[in-house]
């Protein structure tokens, strides 16, 4: 299992120069680079540096693992009736090395705060502080990512409804060393998101592996405490009519030391469809619009064209 890819990396895209600004050459040149990485990669790494301090990196990791060493039965209350995808998984002796929480509402305070008061009788201040700030910096990035999406496709009109009707789900993820060292072994499953984007970042430990679309699976490099993942989910696969590829990709763990990685997932509340710049008579729309949340229901395995391809 896994194991075979090749260390290459993505596209890596500057986010920290101080003139991206809406508006500015700079901001223009880089739309430019995000649509071409998304639409020949799906992904692309990101370079944004609001993460960086030893100070925030040691507290929010610390937190982190104070959660997954919480006793088991303590992890199950993290649940979700009807919405898998929110709750708590691990115990699951076909990714073994896999455990992840959900945290719904996961950029707001009181989301976050809810969360830990869940796990915690008493509530946990430092977790809820390192998160929050974690979670800031993370919808940020999204916010500036849809922006430039939405205006490279010449509908910069979707930006105000995006940010009015983003939710946003946070999973917490550890994956654990592999026990021989030499041994690669894929520690989650391979799928694609179900998000319109996906923003990932880690620890120092890298194991995400994404599938190029010539059937390539690359190494995603993005140690660095200022690299972030930018990913395509299946629902910007349907705005862009195909454009853009939601990529499949998946975890495998080399090493002996143990991965903690955070995922923020932007779920649209309402209806997704193809953006009106993309359809013309050449181009009719491949896929019915549908309600993105109703797709949390569904494990990873869920096919967007079964779901909703026309
Ligand atoms: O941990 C990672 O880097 C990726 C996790 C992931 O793909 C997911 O949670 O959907
Ligand atoms: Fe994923």
């Given at each position: 299992m896994g194991g075979e890819g090749k260390l290459t990396n993505l596209p890596v895209i500057d986010?920290?120069?101080?003139?991206?600004?809406?508006?500015?050459d700079s901001w223009q040149s880089t739309c430019q680079s995000v649509r071409q990485a998304l639409e020949d990669y799906g992904c692309f790494v990101a370079v944004f540096h609001k993460f960086a301090s030893h100070e925030l990196r040691n507290g929010l990791f610390g937190s982190i693992k104070e959660l997954f060493d919480l006793p088991d039965e303590t992890k199950f209350r993290n649940k979700y009736e009807g919405v898998p995808l929110k709750g708590y998984v691990g115990q699951n002796p076909k990714i073994p090395l896999h455990e992840s929480f959900g945290i719904d509402h996961g950029t707001s305070p009181e989301g976050i705060e809810s969360f830990a008061n869940r796990l915690w009788t008493q509530g946990n201040d430092q977790f809820c502080k390192y998160v929050v700030e974690y979670a800031k910096v993370a919808e940020e990035l999204d916010r500036m990512v849809a922006r430039m999406i939405f205006e490279s496709y010449n509908m910069a009109v979707c930006y105000e409804p995006y940010i009015k009707q983003a939710s946003y789900l946070l999973r917490l993820l550890q994956h654990k060393g592999s026990e021989e060292e030499d041994h690669p072994k894929q520690a989650f499953v391979t799928h694609t998101d179900k998000s319109f984007t996906t923003i990932l970042h880690q620890n120092e430990v890298n194991a995400l592996e994404v599938e190029t679309k010539d059937g390539q699976w690359i190494k995603v490099?993005?140690?660095?405490?200022?690299s972030f993942v930018v990913m395509a989910g299946d629902a910007l696969t349907v705005w862009t009519n195909d454009r853009v590829q939601a990529p499949r990709h998946k975890v495998v763990m080399t090493g002996k030391e143990t991965r903690y990685s955070m995922g923020l997932f932007t779920f649209i509340r309402g209806t997704v469809h193809v953006?009106?710049?993309?359809?013309?008579e050449q181009n009719p729309p491949k896929y019915k619009p549908f309600a993105?949340?109703?797709?949390?229901?569904?494990?990873?395995?869920?096919?967007i064209k079964d779901y909703c391809g026309v």
């Open positions: 986010f920290t120069k101080k003139d991206l600004k809406p508006g500015t490099d993005f140690s660095s405490p200022t953006a009106a710049s993309l359809i013309d993105h949340q109703e797709l949390l229901k569904f494990s990873y395995s869920a096919n």
